[in-house]
């Protein structure tokens, strides 16, 4: 059974830092594509950022592209999502998901994590 677990967030002041993780079972992580996603409410989910299967290739949404970071440890199956310098309007919640292809199209990927909230306060 394919399952993402995302952990790590939380509460933090605007400005602050988060790191989230994403552990992944089931599946062939060092081959498999992953990606970072949030929706807010209201709004509909939009792409953060990508790693490919080895971590050598990253794109990031404008929105945080010199603010977060993804890296993944595929010894450990877990992909990193790193945010510094949050802002409020990065309060959202933040979801992990697996590809077979490197994609910003929610519809490219196959299996998602239940997501986890980060909320910035101003």
């Known amino acids: 059974q394919v399952q993402l677990v995302e952990s790590g967030g939380g509460l933090v002041q605007a400005g602050g830092s988060l790191r989230l993780s994403c552990a992944a079972s089931g599946l062939a992580f060092s081959r498999t594509a992953m990606g970072w996603f949030r929706q807010a409410p209201g709004k509909e989910r939009e792409f953060v950022g990508r790693?490919?299967?080895?971590?050598?290739?990253?794109t990031y949404a404008d929105s945080v592209k010199g603010r977060f970071t993804i890296s993944r440890d595929n010894a450990k199956n877990t992909v990193y999502l790193q945010m510094n310098s949050l802002k409020p309007e990065d309060t959202a919640v933040y979801y992990c998901?697996?590809?077979?292809?490197?994609?910003?199209?929610?519809?490219?990927?196959?299996?998602w994590g239940q997501g986890t909230q980060v909320t910035v306060s101003s």
């Open positions: 998901a697996a590809s077979w292809v490197l994609s910003t199209s929610p519809g490219a990927y196959y299996t």
């Open positions: 790693v490919n299967s080895s971590g050598g290739i990253t």
